[in-house]
């Protein structure tokens, strides 16, 4: 037990440690509105990640999440606007079209035995190919459900806002978590991503499992769309470009290996609130220019990886 | 001191690197200090920049933001938090009660003087133009192309013959160009060039030039923005028109805020800044002169 | 005769494109003489697909080590302002494209070195200067486009030799520099030894570290003329938009070329054929004067239609099919 | 007759690995599937358990024809396998290998406390008491192959298929397996095993199918079947057994290479070691007892910490494989899948892979020169092949484990390590290979040989070392030598000097 969950601890540390640092300099940090800011903004980000972790612990990528969000948004924004549909019935029918279009995807890399780098990549450009034909323009969310959603939220001492949708990605998160670590299909899906020629002379379903993953990722991706639509209250068609390499980040920092068959969903809640912490650490800064704003966000994700290998290397000294 | 944050799109263009630069500029010489925040094009880091501001406890919060929807709630919390508002150079479609005023120019109104320009220039004469559009969904591209069709329309003359987005930038706007003149018929069939930006027309005039035709003459081309390498074609003869876009909202936004705090006088909901045009009439190299410095 | 079957599929791919896009704009294959030298949508290809074709090349042998290179956009862009920010100084065309060619270098060299030293796997680490280079291209330029009069450095990007646009030549030069080095030494053996199990190569005396490096350098280079081409091109460098998003370009061009994800057996000829089909697809998207709001979708719907067709399944079902087909002949 | 197979084919481009095969398995015996390397055998087991879809042919399990696609449906049908590489995942656990696709479970989810005590049972059988929690990866080949043994005893209701389960186990495991499977066969299951140790078949085997080039040769019940004749029906001619001759008095050749307490903190225990040029060092003991790491540790894997290693001229630099080779060192490892062959390479590039490698990138070996040393090692090692170009991956495993070899002997080493150098190889070829290794050590070539198979060490060794516990414990020389010495020495029962 202990080996296997060295990363997921090191990834631990280091946020603990993280953390500490940046109220050390900032006291503010420790504030229930600054906690409460980092669920609250993250929430889209940690749902994704939680597709995108299932799919990287099979052996497989999926760039497509950003584009799936957005096209989301887009999506509920005018199904709402041109409809008289409920919001929930529009949740219901997204739900429904991202997680096919996830299962179509995983499907292709199956079947016709395609690398998901590319499969997904053309997803990505789909996806968003079809929210510029839904709408160009940003479109407004006015339904008074959405009112509701996003005030919903419990008011922490200190004025801190533990939101709907920061509490659902937490939920979200727990779910993955028994998802992966609790079923013959999280089993099947560490096997696949242990090897994939190996997996399947063990009597693992090789297909079933990949579409299922994609499918779960494409899932994911729409749950992300429908907190980013609650959080920002509006459907756009160029919004979370990138987002998925974002997600692939947090997941790594997480201690998820990219090649596939090792890492904790635990882990990428983790990476996510880190990704987030050098966020906030950054705004908090506020001295930085514009490049030097990307160059710092590059080096403090070396050193995040860096420590983490090096923790590692020296625990497996150690023992 | 005051203490301002700043939330700023990205650094996508010269223009916007000029505005976060005068806008560093307004804050140190009124004594503020300014918590600077790179959006990186998202609207995500922007809400979490603002929040973040609030958590902070700044004395004012100016936004540029990136798309015009979506910031209801997190205007709330600014508002609840008492904290003042003032949008830069990009509107918003939430209520006006959420943000203090609005520093901008109008995004429809500057297409509408490109294209009103162009009506003049032809004087009836047939025209086929070409346009290389902003980013596809960016609000720029939207309104300067509403502005620039409404500015044309009833004017049968005139005719947008292709139209296709060259993202803002100048690689594109040369490549996009390219083809456009090859579809044109080597670019004799084409007579002007509309360009959202002024990037975008300096890569399309490169491109005519190698296409052997004159920019400027055989092409008239007209843009929006007036960063400094357009004055230096406009002198050169190769570009004809450019419409206003000041870099400089911050020091209107100051003035609004320093009111405000000392008396707490209500601005205006919109400053609009002038959308002036600039043709080769306008001293271009005199121009040019005075913007290269402001760190466009 | 081996070669022309290993990219027989792409070059099927090409023509069958060329036919579609000349249905939507029957001039595609003329080319006039202007000003004494040629133009016309070919020419146009052949030029534009420089970028991609220089970037596919070093990303093939990344590929091949079972690597990838998401940092060649952002290396373009460095590169780029490194040779403005020369010209800006002063110093002429041949010290900036030195310049910008030795920053390649270096970018080569620190994601080699995070890959193969550190044990950073190729994603991330080549992530990390994606999202760290563009800051330091805007460092250099300091956020505004960083324009210069340079003619000889110009020509570089839009000058005419011998018939063609330069950049053409850059491409040409560069990918048969690297084949032709791959297979005439023993570098192109090594390098897929260590793309399919790196841990036996090391085990038979492979000096993996170095080759890993190597190949990051490589990329890093083709990266650097990659930024020069585009630099040159417009005369000016653009720290945030340069080579924005070309790398899944590159990656989308080397697997066009049938070139395994997975590391091992790599053709550079066949990557530099899927530059160009990507090339193709935006232009013919442009000539044929689709509304921009179309562009994704159809790229995408291509591509997957390529992809799809050349997958292996499809392959090796088309191939059972053949055979049975002949065999059925063969008895009648 | 439980499972019977007609006339299965199986093409690959360039091969017929299987033409037209006929086997029948009744409940309640084993069978043992004989032939030498790249006969067909894997490819029949693969067939008949769906991981390849055969060309012709069909397949009746109790009367009832079956058409398995996939291993999973295999499963189903009560078809449990273990193919010839272990085929377990390194990154699960051994709880989770064991128990994949029978996970116990509550409320739908897995039950770990559950599974954990279940898997700690069924090793028990085997003599295993270790953590199930740790990854399988962390343990030895050895130990995976009891594990991937273990599993498929448990899934297997009506047939259970061994190839070659017993390549790297010693004599006790193979003993404790051997009870475990003959408990199966007595409960009337069909059980079909493949096999190069011809002793264990005869321990074994109720019956022996023998396959030559993909056909059927033979079938028949083994009682009443000498040796002699079993090894020509495979081979389709007579054999010249390499007796075992212990090697002369060494007329004590001056050592050529010393280590000089060499060892790895937690790996191997610092030792000295002296080799003499045309000597072959044996290095024996007990799985996990520190041979392998014994074997990297010299040539510069995971590099010694302390000692010092010298030949005539001065020190050597071990501290990398690179290094070593140019030492004159060479290693050619136990697990060839992951640290052996390059798979998508054709056969001739592994071969001169080594030597390429040592001659630099800037200096390929001409393309003629290739050929002509792939052609040697191909005919000198009778790799089994369609043809130089053939990618080693499609090699069947014997034949593979002759062309890792091929690399070494082509970088003419002074010193080569094996470390099981005649796993899952055939006993025509096993012949053929200490053979070669008896004419390379009289032209001056060292050998250390790591065996499992204690014949094989008394066969070739003139002097043997043994280690237990990661510690030298004991070094046997000359007529010493035995097999019987060196079990003795293994368990620290005899009084071996
Ligand atoms: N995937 C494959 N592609 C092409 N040829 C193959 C493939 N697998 C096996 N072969 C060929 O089929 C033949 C039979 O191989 P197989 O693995 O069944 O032999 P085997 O009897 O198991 O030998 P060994 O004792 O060495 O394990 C060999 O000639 C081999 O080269
Ligand atoms: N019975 C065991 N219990 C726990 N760990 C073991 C056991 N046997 C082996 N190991 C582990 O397996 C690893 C590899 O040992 P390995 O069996 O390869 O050694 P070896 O002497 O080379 O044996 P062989 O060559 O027969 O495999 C060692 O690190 C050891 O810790
Ligand atoms: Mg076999
Ligand atoms: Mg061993």
Redesign the pocket.
């Known amino acids: 037990m202990n080996t296997r969950l060295l990363p997921l601890y090191a990834t631990i540390a280091i946020f603990v440690l993280a953390y500490a640092l940046a109220y050390s300099q900032f006291p503010a940090m420790l504030s229930t509105r600054v906690i409460g800011n980092l669920l609250t903004d993250n929430a889209y980000l940690g749902i994704v990640a939680v597709g995108m972790t299932l799919v990287i612990l099979s052996g497989g990528i999926d760039l497509s999440v950003g584009s799936v969000i957005a096209f989301s948004g887009v999506f509920i924004a005018v199904a709402l606007r041109d409809t008289g549909l409920h919001p929930l019935a529009v949740f219901a029918a997204l739900l429904l079209l991202t997680t096919v279009f996830g299962a179509g995807m995983g499907f292709l890399i199956d079947r016709l035995a395609m690398p998901a780098f590319i499969v997904t990549l053309a997803g990505m450009f789909l996806a968003r190919g079809a929210a510029y034909l839904l709408s160009v323009q940003a479109v407004p969310i006015t339904h008074p459900f959405y009112k509701l959603l996003q005030d919903a939220y419990w008011l922490m001492p200190g004025r801190g806002r533990l939101t709907l949708i920061g509490v659902l990605m937490l939920a979200v998160v727990a779910l993955g978590a028994v998802v992966a670590h609790r079923t013959r299909f999280g089993t099947s899906v560490y096997a696949l991503g242990g090897g994939a020629q190996t997996a399947r002379l063990m009597g693992v379903p090789q297909g079933r499992t990949t579409v299922l993953v994609y499918a779960f990722s494409g899932l994911m991706a729409g749950l992300s769309g429908i907190v980013f639509s609650v959080y920002t209250g509006s459907g756009y068609s160029l919004a979370t470009v990138g987002t998925e390499l974002t997600a692939i980040a947090a997941v790594v920092i997480g201690g998820t290996l990219l090649t596939g068959g090792s890492g904790t969903m635990i882990g990428t809640l983790v990476g996510v609130l880190t990704m987030g912490l050098i966020q906030t650490y950054i705004v908090f800064d506020g001295s930085l220019s514009s490049w030097w704003t990307k160059i710092v966000i590059g080096l403090l994700l070396l050193g995040f990886i860096l420590l983490q290998k090096g923790l590692l290397r020296l625990s497996q000294r150690g023992r | 001191a005051q203490t301002v944050g700043f939330s700023q799109i990205g650094s996508e263009s010269g223009w916007r690197a000029a505005e976060t630069t005068l806008t560093r500029q307004q804050a140190e010489e009124r004594g503020y200090q300014l918590q600077f925040s790179d959006a990186q094009q998202r609207q995500e880091n922007q809400i979490a920049a603002i929040r973040s501001f609030v958590a902070q406890g700044v004395d004012a919060i100016l936004l540029a933001p990136v798309v015009a929807t979506g910031w209801d709630s997190v205007l709330e919390e600014a508002a609840e938090a008492e904290i003042p508002v003032v949008l830069l150079d990009r509107r918003v479609d939430s209520d006006e009660s959420l943000y203090l005023t609005a520093v901008g120019s109008d995004l429809v109104h500057e297409g509408e003087v490109a294209g009103q320009w162009l009506v003049d220039q032809v004087a009836g004469e047939e025209c086929r133009i070409v346009e290389l559009q902003g980013t596809t969904g960016s609000s720029p591209a939207i309104d300067r192309k509403t502005g620039f069709e409404t500015a044309i329309a009833g004017h049968d003359n005139l005719e947008i013959v292709r139209s296709q987005t060259a993202d803002f930038t100048r690689a594109r706007g040369k490549e996009v160009m390219e083809s456009f003149l090859q579809a044109e018929g080597g670019g004799a069939d084409i007579c002007a060039l509309y360009a959202h930006n002024d990037d975008m027309a300096v890569g399309a005039i490169q491109a005519i030039k190698e296409a052997g035709l004159a920019p400027g003459s055989d092409i008239l081309v007209v843009s929006i923005d007036a960063v400094p390498d357009i004055f230096q074609a406009i002198a050169a003869g190769e570009a004809n028109a450019t419409v206003e876009l000041t870099p400089n909202m911050a020091g209107p936004a100051f003035d609004a805020l320093e009111a405000f705090w000392a008396e707490g006088t209500m601005p205006e909901k919109f400053i609009q800044t002038e959308s002036r045009l600039y043709t080769q009439a306008d001293d271009p190299q005199g121009e040019y002169d005075r913007r290269k410095d402001l760190g466009y | 005769m081996t070669v022309l079957s290993r990219i027989a599929p792409q070059l099927i791919v090409l023509a069958a494109l060329i036919a579609l896009v000349s249905v939507f704009y029957p001039g595609f294959l003329s080319i006039d003489i202007q000003n004494g030298r040629p133009v016309g949508p070919v020419i146009d290809i052949l030029k534009r697909s420089a970028p991609v074709a220089l970037l596919a090349v070093g990303m093939t042998l990344v590929i091949a080590t079972r690597g990838i290179d998401l940092s060649v956009g952002t290396i373009m862009a460095i590169c780029g302002a490194a040779a403005a920010w020369a010209l800006t100084q002063g110093l002429g065309a041949g010290a900036a494209i030195a310049l910008a060619l030795t920053a390649g270098l270096a970018a080569g060299l620190w994601n080699g070195v995070l890959v193969a030293v550190v044990g950073i796997q190729p994603f991330v680490a080549t992530l990390i200067l994606m999202t760290m280079g563009r800051g330091v291209a805007q460092l250099i330029t300091e956020g505004r486009i960083l324009t210069f009069t340079d003619p000889g450095f110009g020509w570089v990007g839009s000058g005419v030799a011998l018939g063609l646009p330069v950049p053409v030549w850059i491409w040409l030069a560069t990918a048969i520099a690297v084949a032709v080095i791959m297979r005439r030494t023993a570098l192109g053996l090594l390098v897929e030894a260590v793309g399919i199990n790196r841990r036996a190569a090391h085990l038979a005396g492979v000096n993996a570290t170095v080759l890993l490096i190597a190949v990051y350098i490589a990329s890093g280079f083709c990266a650097a003329l990659a930024g020069i081409v585009v630099t040159a091109d417009i005369r000016g460098a653009d720290a945030n938009n340069a080579g924005l998003w070309l790398e899944l370009d590159a990656i989308l061009a080397v697997v066009i070329g049938g070139n395994s994800l997975l590391g091992g057996r790599f053709s550079v000829a066949a990557s530099v054929l899927g530059a160009l089909i990507i090339q193709t697809i935006s232009a013919g998207i442009l000539l044929a004067g689709f509304a921009s709001e179309y562009n994704l979708i159809i790229k995408a719907g291509l591509v997957l239609i390529i992809l799809v067709l050349q997958s292996p399944r499809i392959a090796s079902e088309w191939r059972l099919w053949r055979d049975s087909h002949r065999a059925e002949r063969g008895r009648t | 007759m439980l499972l019977s197979i007609r006339s299965l084919t ?1 093409v ?4 017929r ?2 033409d037209d095969v006929d086997l029948d398995i009744a409940a309640g015996e084993v069978h043992a599937l004989l ?12 067939c008949l358990t769906g991981a ?1 879809l055969r060309d012709g042919g069909t397949i009746t399990l109790e009367g009832a024809p079956i058409d398995p696609r996939s291993t999973l449906q295999a499963q189903e049908l009560g078809i449990g396998t273990v193919y ?1 590489e272990v085929n377990l995942l390194p990154n699960l656990t051994v709880a989770q290998n064991l128990m994949f696709g029978r996970e116990p479970r509550r409320f739908g989810l897995i039950d770990m406390r559950g599974m954990r005590s279940q898997a700690r049972a069924t090793l028990a059988q085997y003599g295993l008491s270790i953590d199930v929690d740790r990854d399988l990866g962390s343990y030895s080949v050895a130990i995976q192959q009891i594990v991937a043994i273990a599993r498929a005893v448990e899934i297997s209701g009506k047939v259970l298929i061994l ?2 389960p017993t390549a790297s186990l010693d004599a006790a495991e193979v003993a404790m397996v051997f009870d475990v499977v003959r408990g199966l066969r007595d409960r009337g299951m069909a059980i079909v095993f ?1 096999s ?1 140790f011809l002793d264990q078949v005869f321990d074994l085997a109720d019956r022996v199918t023998i ?1 030559r080039n ?1 056909r059927r040769v033979a079938s028949q019940p083994i009682v009443g079947l000498s040796r002699m004749a079993l090894v020509e029906q495979m081979l389709g001619r007579a054999l010249e057994e390499v007796v075992a001759s212990p090697a002369p008095e060494a007329e004590q050749a001056p050592a050529m290479l010393h280590f000089d307490g060499i060892g790895r903190a937690g790996v191997v225990a610092p030792f000295d070691l002296t080799v003499a040029a045309g000597e072959v060092v044996g290095l024996a003991g007990l799985l996990g007892s520190g041979r392998t790491e014994t074997a990297e540790m010299l040539f510069g894997i995971r590099p010694a910490q302390t000692g010092t290693a010298r030949d005539a001229d001065g020190p050597l630099d071990l501290r990398h494989p690179r290094a070593a080779i140019a030492a004159g060192f060479g290693f050619a490892p136990e697990d060839r899948k992951t640290d052996g062959i390059v798979a998508d390479l054709s056969i001739r590039e592994n071969i001169i892979l080594g030597l390429q490698a040592r001659r630099g990138w800037a200096r390929p070996i001409p393309r003629a020169e290739q050929n002509r040393l792939a052609d040697d090692y191909i005919r000198q090692l009778d790799i ?3 043809g130089r170009e ?2 080693i ?9 002759k062309a890792v070899l091929a690399r070494w002997l082509a970088m003419n080493p002074r010193f080569l390590i094996l470390d099981e150098p005649t796993r ?3 006993v025509g070829a096993h012949a053929e290979i200490l053979r070669l290794i008896r004419t390379l050590t009289d032209k001056g070539l060292s050998l250390l040989l790591i065996s499992s198979e204690l014949d094989e060490l008394v066969a070739v060794a003139d002097r043997v070392i043994v280690l237990r516990d990661r510690a030298h414990v004991a070094q046997l020389t000359g007529a010493a030598v035995g097999a019987d010495a060196i079990m003795h020495a293994i368990a620290g029962t005899g009084d071996a000097a």
């Open positions: 199986k690959f481009p360039g091969t690995a299987l032939g030498e390397n790249g006969a067909g055998k894997s490819t029949l087991i693969k390849y010839q190839d070659e493949v190069h396959l993909g089994r092949t369609s053939k990618p991956g499609e090699l069947s495993g014997g034949n593979q484990q899952g190889i055939d």
